[in-house]
């Protein structure tokens, strides 16, 4: 950016020469980025408006949406599944996130021994592929095979145990947890860069004013951080609302049991590539996957254009 | 980094089909690939059959390419839609596959040589509705019963359960004792809960194929009496179940039973084998209990696999010399034998030598076989009906719904888009 800056000044009274360097250099990233993202998400949109007549792909209108939220069946597992979206974000934001703070605020206190261990411990899980989270959690909450009930033995909480990830009342709950565990280590890398660029002086003139402590972490440290929390509400809210494998390693395409545990993501798989004797049905997918991505739009778009312009930034 | 990783996705999409090509072309045999879901039969397929087929007919290579079963319509259905699919299409029973034909995707094999090895019965599962086309080669059945521990029921001291009283007498007996898990299954994966649970148990209810065809022709429906008491009588297994069961997958339950944890296993025949290989204690098998002694007994004796022509296949000449050599007596002796629990629908009689296997096709003197219920035509439409019968059969054990509520939720799927022919 700068650099480009500074060759405007200098060539100002030159005829400028084309800079071709410019596209050369974007076309990689512009063209992959195109290819990979951009045209699969217009045809997925444009396919949401075509469907199967006759044995032909002919375009339909708004008929697939009208499906989706007409036919009692297919609404009532859209309906169902976004229910369970909505419940699985916010487990995320009541738990996951709040953890994550508190982590980073403790991990930035000065003196703490072992930070930097503590630090790579927690954010090891995020770096673990999904297949494999989910399956140590199935074998850890195994009522067969798993820890988890003698553990709860040792401690006399064996009444406590229950087959969680098998009981359509515990198993969103169990599910939304275990990718709490998964996935904490973000908002608690992010927070805690933004604790770590809060200025001295500031902390320093706060002590001279007497507040310390708790005080200090609410009122000086918590609104400095503010804008992170912003962006981590956001990550989550998309990641959240794209989730699909680690319903589908724990608990199999159908996301039972009785449904109870089936986000966008799953519905949209079993509707887009079939499962078992059910067949794929690509433009009913296609439609499903259009609902989601104005959702995560929605939800993006309030982010930025009503919360993040009202936020306050501090310069210092 | 990404260059490197860049440069492999090009080498592997774009370089590596190009050598295949070159090889294929200079080679002159015909390469047949095989598309199956059935990937537990690898290593048989892989060891026995394709050598003893390759060592009769050289210049034909064949492949067997399988993949997760649950996925596998779909896939292949993707896979002859953009003709990328192998010349051999293994076939699923009933709707599925007759959708495949009525695509143009699986050729004819009216004048396969070989095809007059099977009966109408055998071929029923991939004909046209009319039995005139049959577009797959039969090549087993499997049947539905009770798989048991010999040395838990010596151990007890129960004798093999004949009726349905008896049989919750046995599980009784079992809970008592403590030392066996009396029932080893799941409700997690949900499909055991219909295939082992619904299916197995239930043509003793609704009397096999008179009740499966009523229920085709509009004359029963899945709220009538006999259609609901098999989940009265499933929601009585629940607390035969092992601890956790709504937890318990498919795999728990296998494992459960070949380490002798558990007493007895709703099974398939398909187990055989498998279990053959794990458990190191004797093993018998006794069908669905009757509700009253001397009653006429009903098993579940369902076509499930057959082999098809991908009418779009590059190799069809070769194909077809595969498929008749796949109806010749010759592999149904074969297969019988290296997949034990897979039963030959061959006309020719098959020798057995394993004696489970032999157990399970006993049952066939004194029962009378019907198929799955879900499969033949009301299997055909949206929701699916096999699909809702997962899900409520577990829901039933689950004890989240009742019998009524279950069978009512059926038949509402059901009513939604079938209109039994008048």
Redesign the interface.
């Known amino acids: 950016m700068s650099d480009t800056e500074i060759a405007d000044i200098e060539t100002v009274p030159v005829k400028r020469p084309t800079r071709w360097h410019i596209a050369v250099f974007l076309a990689p990233a512009f063209l992959v980025y195109t290819a990979v993202m951009i045209l699969p998400l217009i045809e997925t949109l444009r396919l949401s408006f075509f469907n199967i007549v006759e044995g032909q792909l002919a375009f339909v209108g708004f008929s697939n949406f009208q499906t989706l939220f007409g036919d009692?069946?297919l609404s009532a597992d859209f309906w169902n599944a976004l229910r369970n979206n909505v419940i699985f974000f916010i487990i995320h934001m009541a738990v996951q996130n709040p953890v994550g703070i508190a982590i980073a605020a403790m991990l930035s206190l000065p003196g703490l021994r072992f930070a930097a261990f503590y630090r790579s411990a927690i954010f090891v899980p995020t770096l673990l592929s999904f297949v494999i989270v989910g399956f140590i959690w199935k074998l850890i909450?195994?009522?067969?095979?798993g820890i988890a009930?003698s553990l709860m033995d040792l401690v006399g909480l064996k009444w406590a145990f229950?087959?969680?990830?098998?009981?359509?009342e515990t198993a969103l709950i169990a599910v939304s947890l275990i990718s709490v565990w998964q996935y904490v280590g973000i908002p608690m890398m992010l927070i805690y860069a933004a604790l770590l660029n809060i200025p001295d002086e500031v902390l320093e003139a706060a002590e001279c004013d007497g507040i310390t402590g708790w005080s200090q972490f609410w009122k000086i440290k918590l609104p400095l951080i503010l804008p992170s929390i912003g962006i981590v509400s956001v990550l989550t809210f998309v990641g959240n609302f794209n989730a699909f494998d680690l319903i589908y390693t724990v608990q199999?395409?159908?996301a039972?049991?009785?449904?109870s545990t089936d986000i966008l993501g799953t519905l949209l798989y079993r509707t887009f590539?079939?499962?078992?004797?059910?067949?794929?049905d690509r433009s009913m997918g296609a439609t499903i996957a259009a609902v989601m991505f104005l959702i995560i739009l929605a939800g993006v778009a309030l982010y930025l254009f009503v919360i993040q312009r009202r936020m306050r930034r501090y310069q210092f | 980094m990404t260059r490197i990783l860049k440069s492999i996705l090009f080498a592997t999409t774009v370089l590596a089909p190009a050598g295949f090509v070159a090889t294929g072309a200079s080679a002159q045999t015909a390469t047949l690939t095989i598309e199956s879901w059935r990937n537990d039969d690898l290593p048989i397929w892989q060891q026995k059959i394709i050598p003893a087929f390759e060592a009769k007919n050289p210049g034909i290579k064949v492949t067997f390419a399988p993949m997760a079963p649950t996925e596998y319509n779909s896939a292949v259905n993707a896979k002859l839609e953009a003709g990328t699919a192998g010349d051999l299409i293994t076939c699923r029973p009933f709707d599925l596959s007759l959708a495949m034909f009525q695509k143009g995707q699986l050729a004819s094999l009216n004048d396969l040589p070989g095809i007059s090895n099977f009966s109408d019965v055998g071929k029923s599962a991939w004909s046209t509705d009319d039995g005139k086309t049959t577009f797959c080669v039969p090549m087993a059945s499997v049947i539905h019963g009770f798989i048991y521990n010999k040395k838990a029921f010596t151990d007890v001291g129960v004798q093999i359960p004949k009726t349905e009283d008896e049989f919750f007498a046995v599980l009784e007996k079992f809970k008592k004792d403590g030392k066996y898990i009396p029932l080893a299954m799941g409700t997690k994966d949900q499909w055991e809960a219909a295939t082992m649970g619904y299916y197995n148990i239930g043509p003793n209810y609704w009397k096999g194929e008179d009740g499966r065809k009523a229920l085709i022709a509009g004359k029963e429906k899945l709220t009538d009496a006999d259609w609901v008491d098999p989940y009265k009588t499933l929601a009585k297994w629940k607390p035969y179940l092992g601890d956790g069961f709504e937890a318990q997958t498919y795999p728990d339950s296998q494992n459960l039973f070949t380490l002798g944890r558990a007493a007895i296993y709703p099974a398939g025949s398909w187990e055989i084998a498998p279990f053959k290989a794990q458990a190191d204690f004797e093993m018998g098998a006794f069908p669905p209990p009757v509700k009253k002694a001397g009653d006429t007994c009903y098993i579940s004796d369902h076509n499930d696999i057959g082999i098809g022509l991908n009418a779009k296949g590059k190799n069809l000449e070769a194909a077809k010399k595969f498929l008749s050599w796949v109806a010749s007596p010759e592999f149904a002796d074969l297969y019988a034998n290296a997949a034990p629990g897979f039963f030959s629908l061959n006309s020719t009689p098959v020798k057995m030598t394993d004696t489970l296997a032999q157990e399970f096709v006993s049952w066939r003197q004194n029962c009378k076989p019907t198929i799955r219920p879900s499969a033949a035509i009301v299997g055909r439409g949206q929701p699916n009906l096999d699909l809702e019968m997962w899900r409520v059969s577990a829901n039933v054990i689950n004890g989240t719904q009742t019998p009524e509520q279950a069978a009512a939720e059926t038949q509402k799927g059901l009513d939604s888009w079938y209109k039994p022919a008048k």
């Open positions: 009692p069946r909450l195994s009522p067969i095979w009930p229950a087959p969680w990830l098998g009981k359509a199999g395409a159908l039972g049991p009785n449904g590539f079939g499962f078992q004797n059910q067949m794929g």
